[in-house]
T-cell receptor, first 111, second 111 residues
Framework: ETGVTQSPTHLIKTRGQQVTLRCSSQ?????VSWYQQALGQGPQFIFQ???????GRGNFPPRFSGLQFPNYSSELNVNALELDDSALYLC??????????FGEGSRLTVL | GEDVEQSLFLSVREGDSSVINCTYT??????LYWYKQEPGAGLQLLTY?????DMKQDQRLTVLLNKKDKHLSLRIADTQTGDSAIYFC???????????FGAGTTVTVRA
């Protein structure tokens, strides 16, 4: 039990739609990161937020955006969904000590 | 670059030792991690090693780091059926804001 919960656990969208994935982390975890894990691959870093500001971004287009809220929850938004966006999306939070605690993920299928 | 490479599959008999290997290219890597992912689940941190160490032991797990060759290994002693999973090697640089993962090694434990 990592204390990181993600919702929804599974969802299906069609190409061109928009999706919002949510993450709730432990109190005191000021950093939240999002990763995309395509089938059969390792997770790929999307971006990281620290105290509600983006402070690092991977090689993902601007249609991937995020928000972090003062209550230690966060969102990942993806606009104009493409088939290749089908993946498991993982949220990870960390206290200032740096250890990452991962949630179980949200599995997105784009048809 | 920040490539992390792992062998894709490992089959081991119950009770034997498993050794999972990983190579990385980023010479500025500061922390190296091993994560475990069971089917349908998120990532579980197994252990990590700081780049100025060459070995770390934690119960059945032994991590060896050869920084000169950029080679990391995870040895699991007395492998059990519950160890069947995908194991990911990951590294982070001094910036610390993202993890770069390998593609994962699927470990199958046979009776």
């Amino acid at each position: 039990e990592t204390g990181v919960t993600q919702s929804p656990t599974h969802l299906i969208k069609t190409r061109g739609q928009q999706v919002t994935l949510r993450c709730s982390s432990q109190s005191g975890h000021n950093t939240v990161s999002w990763y995309q894990q395509a089938l059969g691959q390792g997770p790929q870093f999307i971006f990281q937020y620290y105290r509600e500001e983006e402070n690092g971004r991977g090689n993902f287009p601007p249609r991937f955006s995020g928000l972090q809220f003062p209550n230690y929850s966060s969102e990942l938004n993806v606009n104009a969904l493409e088939l290749d966006d089908s993946a498991l999306y993982l949220c990870a939070s960390s206290p200032d000590t740096g250890e990452l605690f991962f949630g179980e993920g949200s599995r997105l299928t784009v048809l | 670059g920040e490539d992390v490479e792992q062998s894709l599959f490992l089959s081991v008999r119950e009770g034997d030792s498993s050794v999972i290997n990983c190579t990385y290219t980023d010479s500025s890597s500061t922390y190296l991690y091993w994560y475990k992912q069971e089917p349908g689940a998120g990532l579980q941190l197994l252990t990590y090693i700081f780049s100025n160490m060459d070995m770390k032991q934690d119960q059945r797990l032994t991590v060896l780091l050869n920084k000169k060759d950029k080679h990391l290994s995870l040895r699991i002693a007395d492998t059990q059926t519950g160890d069947s999973a995908i194991y990911f090697c990951a590294e982070t640089s001094w910036q610390g804001y993202k993890l770069s993962f390998g593609a994962g090694t699927t470990v199958t434990v046979r009776a």
